[in-house]
């Protein structure tokens, strides 16, 4: 059973602070991790990717994947209210397939 | 930027009845997908499209389940006979490339009554 896990929270931060949100995944061999933001009712909203191991930055986001510890997390810098929301991680387990397999979601309040 | 439609925004049926849910994909997209999301739940995995056949589905795509892509521009998805636990937010989505971006549509709401 291909598997992603993620805290469901609620992670509350202050406004300006750093959020981090992890997930796991069970299969080894998973190629393309993703980052999509959720807003209550709306449809999920890609942030960030990556592919190789190691950091990747985008404006206050980074994302860390691990392939080694089957991690990735995404860090927001200078959380904002707007940031509020729900945050999924979805993976990719097949090199070869087109599904993407999403955890939950972790959801992130930040406060003013 | 460009964006997935979908039609209609809610759909509320009787218990066993057909429903179909309608989408047009990003144009210049290959791949289209049918995900769906149980209110709190996470986001599951239906069926891939491409090609004019279907590439990849999960357990969730029964018998009850169809996709079709009827002309150039829309994909839809039948659900013949609905049952209660079908109710949920269907979303569409497509992208060029399986690894890619994927861009979701606003979704349908989908209640069985």
């Known amino acids: 059973q291909k598997e992603v896990e993620q805290n469901s929270g609620p992670l509350s931060v202050p406004e300006g602070a750093i959020a981090s949100l992890n997930c796991t995944y069970s299969d080894r061999g998973s190629q393309s991790f993703f980052w999509y933001r959720q807003y209550s009712g709306k449809s999920p909203e890609l942030i960030m990717f990556?592919?190789?191991?190691g950091d990747k930055e985008d404006g206050r986001f980074t994302a860390q994947l691990n392939k080694a510890s089957q991690y990735v997390s995404l860090l927001i810098r200078d959380s904002q209210p707007s940031d509020s929301a729900t945050y999924l991680c979805a993976v990719n387990m097949d090199q070869a397939g087109t599904a993407l397999i999403f955890g939950k979601g972790t959801t992130l309040s930040v406060s003013s | 930027e460009p964006e997935v439609t979908q039609t209609p925004s809610h759909q509320v049926t009787q218990m066993g009845q057909e429903v179909i849910l309608r989408c047009v994909p990003i144009s210049n997209h290959l791949y289209f997908y049918w995900y769906r999301q149980i209110l709190g739940q996470k986001v599951e995995f239906l069926v891939s499209?491409?090609?004019?056949?279907?590439?990849?589905k999960s357990e969730i795509f029964d018998d009850q389940f169809s996709v079709e892509r009827p002309d150039g521009s829309n994909f839809t998805l039948k659900i013949r006979s609905t049952k209660l636990e079908d109710s949920a937010m269907y979303f569409c989505a497509s992208n060029r490339q399986p690894n890619e971006k994927l861009f979701f549509g606003s979704g349908t709401q989908l209640s069985v009554l």
């Open positions: 499209f491409y090609n004019n056949e279907i590439s990849e």
């Open positions: 990556i592919y190789s191991n």
